[in-house]
């Protein structure tokens, strides 16, 4: 199985449409790698596995652990790991951080939260040879209202700004979150790296959901989201049948004894 590189998602822009979801943890990271090109595992870990409200307490140790699991199962897709929250403050800091997540998870390429104001932090990172994937639009580590994005003039002209900007700095990707229509079409258009979306329209280079959103795992199903099956009732089904197969002796039978 030959395994994706940076330059492989490169080509695939205004050609193949990118594909990419969560995985936090080996069984997702095993099912995602035989069809994903990229495998993020996202921050958003806090809030899906861990039920925090924000992705602002998750801590780099906990990225590294999941980072880790990830990547030890995934043989093809390329493997991307977020850089939590105040990790990435200044080029410095950004750098060992960086360097402390590739070297210990064997991960492909970290992914930032922010436009122009990191992207000196981002042109430092790629000059000293990390792989960088941007997230512009929505910043769940920042934001303070998760609506959609570009819908005035203003935020419309500072999202282009942000995209340019990182561009410019080096990114090899970058995630459009929640960019209306019209702006995120515009950037896929003038940008030279794959844009890649969520909940930013069919225009995008390519689309990245939470995983567990599309398995119907989750509480919350945002507009954006498609769900593709209710694992969530498949597994309440499944525990009600266990229980009652305890409490009524049925299992464990002789087939699931030793002699
Ligand atoms: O943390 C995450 O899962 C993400 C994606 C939803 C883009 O950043």
Do not use: W
């Not at 940076?6 to 050609?15: G, P, V």
């Not at 959609?148 to 282009?160: H, N, T």
Request: glycine fraction near 6%; charge should be positive; proline fraction near 3%.
């Amino acid at each position: 199985m030959q395994k994706i590189t940076i330059e492989n998602i490169l080509k695939k822009k205004n050609k193949i449409p990118i594909t990419c979801l969560t995985s936090y943890s080996k069984s997702t990271a095993q099912i995602l790698d035989k069809e994903c090109d990229i495998v993020l595992v996202g921050d958003s870990l806090g809030n899906v596995l861990y039920g925090m409200k924000s992705t602002k307490n998750v801590s780099i140790e906990t990225m590294i652990l999941h980072g880790k699991a990830v990547r030890n199962f995934v043989k093809k897709s390329l493997v991307v790991v977020d850089m939590p929250y105040k990790t990435y403050e200044n080029k410095f800091s950004a750098y060992k951080n960086a360097k402390k997540i590739i070297k210990t998870t064997k991960c492909d390429a970290v992914k930032l939260e922010g436009g122009k104001k990191i992207s000196k932090i981002i042109k430092y990172l790629v000059d000293k040879r990390i792989n960088v994937m941007g997230h512009i639009g929505l910043l769940p580590q920042s934001s303070t209202n998760f609506k959609p994005k570009g819908k005035s003039v203003s935020q419309k002209e500072k999202i282009l700004k942000d995209a340019l900007s990182i561009s410019n700095s080096g990114v090899f990707a970058m995630v459009l979150e929640c960019v209306v229509k019209d702006l995120a079409k515009k950037i896929t258009k003038i940008v030279p790296v794959p844009t890649i979306g969520i909940g930013s329209s069919k225009f995008c280079d390519g689309q990245v959901l939470v995983t567990d959103d599309i398995l119907g795992l989750s509480d919350l199903s945002p507009k954006f989201v498609k769900r593709y099956s209710n694992i969530k009732k498949t597994i309440k089904k499944s525990v009600k049948n266990y229980v009652k197969d305890v409490k009524l002796r049925r299992f464990p039978s002789n087939k699931n004894s030793y002699n």
